[in-house]
């Protein structure tokens, strides 16, 4: 009896088990609609407008209480099968990714509750010039892709805010094997309206005529024809003796004013050396301890002027700076590092230290490549990015040389606008470098 009973028991526990099994099986497919809706009258009154690679296409939606949404079904040249979905709040809906300006043929389908489609209707709808395209032509012409100083610059307008690749090659000798090829020098991906990518393959050098050339392609895939352009870069030095010129007298100092005069009668390097010594010490990337520019409890905005020496007058068009860096790196990107900064210059600067004889260059900002924001410590690019030192291009308003120029310091990282004398707060640098002509 007892093993009659024991083998019941067997027969029951496989039993729930393969019940067990079974079910998992039936679940692995998917969950089951509640409810399968009546199949919808198609589409009607449909219509399209060319956009940039694809079109928007109206129509009129079928009456059905069942409609859920709006399906449109195309390829691309690449072969791609694409869907695009729509809302039954909406009456159109768009289709993109398109190579070129051509007709295409696009099938759409009302679709009701339990994913039950209405009969297919056809409609051939004509694109708009792609944006990779229209971006890519813009390199033909001088005002998107020409030379500069040390390098070339190449500005983009991107509209619709579309994902894009750019990327520019050199022709230039392979140190190897001694042959000319396309070499890839800057790949830029951005979904940004509008920028300059900027190359800087010649500073320093004796500038030489050069062949480049720049491709574009989409979040699709499609690449444009290669646009070429020979072009020769200005020469670009580095500018050396500067100095930091001493305001006449702190009356000149004055917050109601909007700061006449400079400030570093107040500011001192960590270690006891003065503002000049350490903006142009030659150190890049400071350690603790190492020279830096504190402007020790400095006001907000605040400014210093710098002295090229006699006899010279040039054209800017970079400034270099390192913020303070320390270990750990609890400064950068805070509240002593600077975010926004303008720079004036003049040949004859006013004695008592006022704006009359100055002329606006350009503003400069500062960039964090991870794209965080105050108080978010530093990424490990963000760290890469602030020991290379910062570019900031200066896009020269006119032919004009000048001696003097003079840094107005704006904005901090942690958002300071503003901030009076005394506060606690700092403003550092750790060095900096001028270039031009």
């Known amino acids: 009896?007892?093993?009659?009973?024991?083998?019941?028991?067997?027969?029951?526990?496989?039993?729930?088990?393969?019940?067990?099994?079974?079910?998992?099986?039936?679940?692995?497919?998917?969950?089951?609609?509640?409810?399968?809706?009546?199949?919808?009258?198609?589409?009607?009154?449909?219509?399209?407008?060319?956009?940039?690679?694809?079109?928007?296409?109206?129509?009129?939606?079928?009456?059905?209480?069942?409609?859920?949404?709006?399906?449109?079904?195309?390829?691309?040249?690449?072969?791609?099968?694409?869907?695009?979905?729509?809302?039954?709040?909406?009456?159109?809906?768009?289709?993109?990714?398109?190579?070129?300006?051509?007709?295409y043929k696009v099938v759409l389908k009302a679709v009701s509750v339990g994913d039950v489609a209405s009969d297919p209707v056809n409609l051939t709808i004509t694109t708009g010039q792609p944006n990779y395209i229209t971006i890519a032509k813009s390199f033909e012409g001088d005002a998107a892709f020409y030379a500069t100083f040390g390098g070339i610059n190449a500005k983009y307008l991107n509209e619709d805010a579309e994902n894009i690749v750019i990327r520019i090659f050199k022709w230039q000798k392979d140190s190897t094997t001694g042959q000319y090829h396309w070499a890839t020098i800057n790949e830029t991906y951005t979904k940004a309206v509008e920028g300059t990518i900027r190359v800087r393959?010649?500073?320093?050098?004796?500038?030489?005529?050069?062949?480049?050339?720049?491709?574009?392609?989409?979040?699709?895939?499609?690449?444009?024809?290669?646009?070429?352009?020979?072009?020769?870069?200005?020469?670009?030095?580095?500018?050396?003796?500067?100095?930091?010129?001493?305001?006449?007298?702190?009356?000149?100092?004055?917050?109601?004013?909007?700061?006449?005069?400079?400030?570093?009668?107040?500011?001192?390097?960590?270690?006891?050396?003065?503002?000049?010594?350490?903006?142009?010490?030659?150190?890049?990337?400071?350690?603790?301890?190492?020279?830096?520019?504190?402007?020790?409890?400095?006001?907000?905005?605040?400014?210093?002027?710098?002295?090229?020496?006699?006899?010279?007058?040039?054209q800017l068009s970079n400034i270099k700076m390192w913020s303070r860096i320390t270990t750990p790196p609890e400064n950068l990107f805070k509240a002593t590092h600077i975010k926004e900064f303008e720079v004036y210059a003049s040949n004859n600067p006013a004695a008592d230290g006022s704006w009359d004889s100055w002329t606006y260059i350009t503003t400069g900002y500062s960039n964090r490549p991870s794209g965080l924001t105050f108080p978010a410590e530093p990424t490990a690019e963000d760290i890469a990015y602030a020991k290379a030192g910062e570019d900031f291009e200066i896009d020269w308003p006119d032919a004009g040389r000048y001696r003097y120029f003079r840094i107005k310091i704006t904005a901090m990282w942690d958002g300071a606008l503003y901030r009076p004398i005394p506060n606690s707060a700092t403003i550092t640098l750790a060095e900096m470098k001028l270039f031009g002509r």
């Open 201 to 314: 393959d010649q500073r320093g050098l004796e500038p030489v005529t050069t062949d480049y050339a720049v491709v574009v392609r989409d979040q699709w895939k499609n690449m444009s024809d290669t646009i070429k352009r020979r072009l020769t870069p200005l020469a670009e030095t580095e500018f050396t003796g500067i100095k930091v010129l001493q305001p006449p007298a702190m009356a000149a100092f004055d917050t109601a004013s909007n700061l006449n005069g400079d400030y570093t009668v107040r500011s001192t390097a960590s270690n006891g050396e003065s503002m000049q010594i350490a903006f142009f010490d030659g150190t890049a990337a400071n350690p603790i301890g190492a020279k830096q520019w504190w402007g020790l409890n400095a006001p907000l905005p605040m400014q210093f002027t710098l002295d090229l020496g006699a006899g010279k007058a040039v």
């Open 1 to 103: 009896m007892k093993i009659i009973d024991r083998r019941n028991l067997v027969l029951l526990y496989y039993s729930l088990f393969m019940f067990m099994f079974y079910a998992g099986c039936k679940e692995d497919l998917g969950i089951e609609p509640a409810r399968i809706g009546a199949k919808p009258s198609p589409l009607t009154n449909l219509q399209f407008q060319s956009i940039p690679g694809g079109a928007t296409i109206s129509y009129n939606l079928p009456n059905d209480p069942d409609l859920r949404y709006v399906v449109a079904e195309y390829t691309l040249e690449n072969g791609t099968r694409m869907v695009s979905k729509a809302s039954v709040y909406d009456n159109q809906v768009r289709v993109q990714g398109f190579a070129k300006v051509d007709q």
